[in-house]
């Protein structure tokens, strides 16, 4: 079928309690798996190519989704600066995310409502972020994690004031993999205060490293879109580690066992987030 925009995806996946999941891929090995994961999972997806060339890599994504039986979606992946989000509005992408979470409050609030009017203008739907979701060692210290939560005056506020489409929120996950003390822990009633005052789909960043326990607790309390990426570069990697030991091993077949190692994890993830069978 056609791309089509995470929005109604997500509002779908909020109204029946699951949660869509988004992964990022560089190369065509992880194109390809993530797709042939949603098509075997008969599950909505939504892809965010990075390091790649943009109208290329759409037009790869176009072409496979055209014959895939399930609703794809391709999204810029915390967009920056504006001018990354109209290169990806050009290139054909169907929804963008504007990251200014490390902004204060009322220059996120600009950025976004910037970024929110030309996109919308295009069709494209919009993510952004408040509260700011931090990247593994630099978020060791739990006090300096704690103090990044998005708070849920904001939360409804900025929603109010942005117009935006999907909302992610900082409860205590982290990007890469976790260093920090102990395990990540979510705040799960913080994501019910934020709940309650905002309806419109919330994310979850920074997925990599929860137990299945906590993304389906997440997922019940109001995450409707969960990120990954780090579980897959690893999966990647340790597959190749794996193959590149057998002197007599071809490059066709390490390329093989890496799709089939990245699209083992999306499977997977697709079973726990429950999006399995929903397209
Ligand atoms: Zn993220």
Redesign the pocket.
């Known amino acids: 079928m056609p791309l089509q925009s995470m929005v109604p995806m997500l509002k779908k996946a909020q109204m029946e309690g699951y949660a869509v999941g988004l992964f990022d891929v560089h190369t065509i090995e992880g194109t390809f798996a993530v797709i042939e994961a949603a098509v075997e999972q008969r599950s909505p997806v939504i892809v965010a190519p990075f390091y790649v060339p943009r109208r290329a890599v759409v037009a790869l994504i176009r072409e496979l989704a055209a014959d895939a039986p399930v609703p794809i979606a391709i999204e810029l992946?915390?967009g920056r600066e504006f001018k990354a989000v109209m290169e990806c509005i050009r290139a054909g992408f169907t929804d963008v995310m504007l990251d200014a979470s490390t902004k204060p409050y009322e220059e996120n609030v600009a950025r976004t409502r910037q970024v929110v009017e030309a996109a919308h203008a295009a069709g494209l739907g919009v993510e952004a972020e408040l509260g700011h979701?931090g990247f593994d060692e630099s978020y060791a210290d739990v006090s300096v994690r704690k103090a990044a939560f998005t708070r849920p005056e904001d939360a409804q506020r900025f929603v109010a004031e942005t117009g935006v489409d999907a909302l992610?929120v900082a409860i205590g996950s982290v990007?890469g993999v976790f260093k920090g003390a102990g395990e990540p822990e979510l705040d799960l009633n913080l994501l019910d205060r934020i709940r309650e005052r905002v309806d419109i789909p919330l994310v979850l960043?920074?997925g990599s490293g929860l137990s299945d326990e906590d993304f389906q607790m997440a997922i019940q309390h109001g995450s409707s879109k969960v990120?990954i990426y780090t579980d897959m570069a690893v999966a990647a990697v340790a597959t190749m580690r794996e193959r590149l030991a057998d002197p007599d091993v071809r490059y066709v077949q390490v390329g093989q066992a890496v799709q089939e190692a990245i699209k083992r994890v999306v499977v997977r993830y697709m079973q726990v987030f429950g999006s399995a069978d929903r397209a």
Request: proline share 0%; glycine share 12%; aromatic share 0%.
């Open positions: 992946d915390h979701v992610a990007h960043h920074g990120n």
